[in-house]
């Protein structure tokens, strides 16, 4: 299951977000999408997933351009959780993942055995079986999250694009939540997130992808993108970089100015 | 739910054949429905009763369901088609033919052009790349104030029986309807039917927001037109052959909700439960008064209750959140 944008120009109504765009999401990695406030990663992660229609260029999914694909076609190979999924009033967890199970459904097909084992599984994987009958607006933050990973988990795509799913949750479930991302796609899944916490992309992503200003800065393994370098090049904030001594993965300690004991240029460092 | 819901509509509608100068027991009514009667009986329930009845049980249906379609789309309680401007528009179209015409010969399809000019008028009002909730119903509210004062005007500045017309029309009523408007309004909400039930399914992703539902493979501007349309169509149909009957869509959908304790508002118990509403509240228009009051105004005053019941609400939720 490979995503590519081949020279991608898309955004809003005659205003490019980002312009001839090229980027490969390899099969079966993790790939963290990180930038300023702003830059085009949501716009990105939307057009990747067909749900707006590029100016320029061409998204393939398995090498077929995906405008000419079905819409259900796509949303069985491809899952999106965008930031604006909302709950209906009075939802059960089990009827909300069961709506993921949507593109397999049409007016002659309904709900079926094969509907049932998808939902049973994404409950499972996700640890909300025991949820299965609350309603959803019931629930924490964390355990809320949880029950829209399985919604799109029914959907049984090889490929999930996360817009922020840790936005709003505190650092325990944050942590949670990757984790239980790491597994899946330890499991075989191609995940695509955009994050906003650089170590936390440099710690669980498998590839990293730097954007700016609608623009690739910067793509590759944590090690060769976090670096302070690039980091200061991204989000104009100068910092130092060490290896995490938990994971090993690359740590950015941004050095600001007030309370620092190290000068503001590495070099200059004791 | 349903089933309950069905079950009380028809027991309404067994009542509303056999209650009025003639009673009829609920025996005979059943007798005269499948062919066993007398002329007189057959008169009574057959030509005179039984439109009225099936009428309501129609529109009822058309207008839980529209209700449903509204508020699903625009995700807010609020948001039904007699609140954002289509009643009132169909009454411009109605008032604008009477006064025209002189009579109410071109009531229907003066009020279906008018519904339906005002629909679209605020579709594109509200429109800003795709439709969104709140944005329909406050440009609905707004539309539906300004509409209010012409058709004061209209009605002000015409003459006293034209005007009178146009106070009877616009109370909203099932008197005087005959199976003329029966076979009209089954063959007009069949047409809106088809439109709706082929994007009805869509619905439960709709409900979820628009970029979840296209992630799932639903059509968002497509499905959402055609419900637009066949929601339009199902309140333009009842509005042009009975006048307004306001809050049946605000009403239905909500209360089924609550019955059925589902997720979000849904289609088939909010028909049935517009059926529950318009009948019953046809029945005590009828029968509740020394005189015959319009439908019309019986539903205003229980959803007109109902609606500021569901403002207090929604505000007291609002300050809490």
């Known amino acids: 299951m490979t995503l590519e944008a081949i020279d991608l120009t898309f955004g809003y109504s005659a205003r490019p977000v980002g312009e001839h765009v090229d980027l490969t999401i390899e099969e079966g990695s993790f790939t963290v999408v990180v930038g300023p406030n702003a830059c085009g990663k949501s716009t990105l992660l939307r ?71 998808a939902c049973r599984e994404a409950l499972e994987v996700t640890g909300t079986t025991d949820l299965a009958d609350r309603l959803v607006e019931e629930l924490s933050g964390g355990q809320r999250q949880r029950v829209w990973i399985a919604m799109v988990l029914a959907q049984q795509t090889g490929l999930l694009l996360l817009d922020e799913p840790t936005t709003f949750l505190d650092i325990a479930h944050q942590i949670e939540l990757m984790e239980l991302l790491t597994r ?20 669980y992503g498998t590839r990293i992808v730097a954007m700016r200003d609608g623009a690739i800065l910067a793509e590759g393994a944590p090690h060769e993108v976090v670096t302070a370098e690039i980091v200061e090049r991204v989000f104009d904030l100068k910092c130092r970089v060490i290896d995490d001594p938990v994971s090993g993965a690359p740590l950015v300690l941004p050095l600001g100015s007030i309370d620092s004991t190290t000068s503001m240029s590495p070099d200059a460092a004791p | ?32 429905l499948v062919g066993e009667t007398s002329p007189t009986l057959e008169t009574v329930v057959t030509q005179w009763r039984l439109p009225r009845v099936l009428l309501a049980v129609m529109f009822g249906a058309a207008l839980g369901l529209a209700g449903a379609i509204f508020q699903s789309l625009t995700r807010n309680p609020l948001g039904s088609p007699d609140v954002i401007g289509f009643d009132a528009g169909a009454y411009t179209g109605a008032v604008t033919t009477i006064i025209l015409a002189g009579s109410t010969s071109l009531v229907i399809p003066g009020a279906l052009v008018g519904g339906i000019v005002t629909a ?26 300004m509409l209010g004062s012409l058709n004061s005007y209209l009605v002000l500045k015409a003459p006293v029986e034209v005007a009178q017309m146009a106070a009877v029309w616009g109370a909203g009523s099932l008197n005087g309807l005959e199976w003329f408007e029966v076979r009209w309004g089954a063959l007009s909400i069949a047409v809106a039917l088809l439109v709706v039930v082929g994007a009805g399914r869509q619905l439960a992703a709709l409900d979820l927001g628009d970029d979840a539902a296209a992630a799932l493979g639903v059509r968002v501007e497509r499905s959402r037109l055609a419900l637009l349309l066949g929601g339009t169509a199902l309140t333009a149909t009842v509005t042009a052959l009975a006048g307004p009957i306001a809050f049946v869509a605000l009403a239905a959908p909500q209360v089924a909700r609550r019955l059925t304790r589902s997720a979000g508002v849904r289609m088939v118990p909010s028909a049935a439960m517009g059926a529950c509403l318009l009948i019953v509240a046809d029945l005590i228009g009828q029968h509740a008064f020394p005189a015959v009051v319009p439908v019309g105004l019986v539903t205003v005053v229980v959803g007109g209750l109902y609606l500021v019941w569901l403002l207090v609400r929604q505000a007291r939720k609002e300050i809490h959140s």
């Open chain 1, 47 to 117: 057009a990747l997933s067909r749900l707006l229609k590029p100016s320029a260029g061409q998204v393939l999914l398995d090498g077929k351009a995906i405008q000419s694909m079905g819409s259900k076609q796509v949303a069985r190979r491809l899952g999106l959780l965008p930031q604006t999924a909302l709950a209906p009033e009075g939802i059960t967890v089990a009827d909300l993942v069961g709506r993921g199970r949507h593109p397999y459904q049409s007016a002659l097909r309904q709900w079926s055995r094969a509907d049932e084992e």
């Open chain 2, 1 to 32: 739910m349903t089933v309950v819901l069905a079950v009380v509509a028809t027991t309404a509608a067994v009542i509303g054949l056999g209650v009025g100068e003639i009673r009829i027991s609920a025996v005979d009514v059943v007798r005269t």
């Open chain 1, 184 to 203: 899946l796609n330890r499991e075989g899944r191609t995940i695509v997130a955009v994050l906003h916490d650089l170590n936390q992309a440099a710690r």
């Open chain 2, 120 to 145: 679209l008028l605020v579709y594109l009002l509200a429109y800003r790349s795709g439709v969104h909730g709140f944005r329909l119903i406050v440009v609905g509210i707004a539309v539906t104030a």
